[in-house]
């Protein structure tokens, strides 16, 4: 059973860093691909960045590319983000998701595809 707990979010002003970090408390961490969502007041659901089980393979949104790094240690069975020069844009509650489908099936940018979430942590960006 994955059961998925993030933390590390909080307030910080424009520009600053944080760092999520995603626990599972179940024993089988390392056999789900883990990624990041976001959602903003009165928005969708927005992918943010992607990892495969063994760590080699890595997708972020086009919207945090260069700024946002996505990491796990499979041995400590987390995910984490790395979250640097963060912008007002970025105020969202964050999730954390997984999924035991294969890096190459499917398509891992899309929410429908992650049985499996946490109850998410809020990131607010003062400017």
């Known amino acids: 059973q994955v059961q998925l707990v993030e933390s590390g979010g909080g307030l910080v002003q424009a520009g600053g860093s944080l760092r999520l970090s995603c626990v599972d408390s179940?024993?089988?961490?390392?056999?789900?691909?883990m990624a990041w969502f976001r959602q903003a007041p009165g928005k969708e659901r927005e992918f943010v960045a992607a990892i495969s089980q063994g760590g080699a393979n890595l997708y972020v949104a086009d919207s945090v590319k260069g700024r946002f790094t996505i990491s796990r240690d499979n041995d400590k069975d987390s995910a984490y983000l790395q979250m640097n020069s963060l912008k007002a844009e970025d105020t969202a509650v964050y999730y954390c998701a997984a999924d035991s489908r294969l890096w190459s099936s499917g398509t891992v940018w899309n929410a429908a595809e992650y049985l499996y979430w946490g109850q998410g942590t809020q990131v607010t960006v003062s400017s």
């Open positions: 179940g024993p089988t961490f390392r056999h789900y691909r």
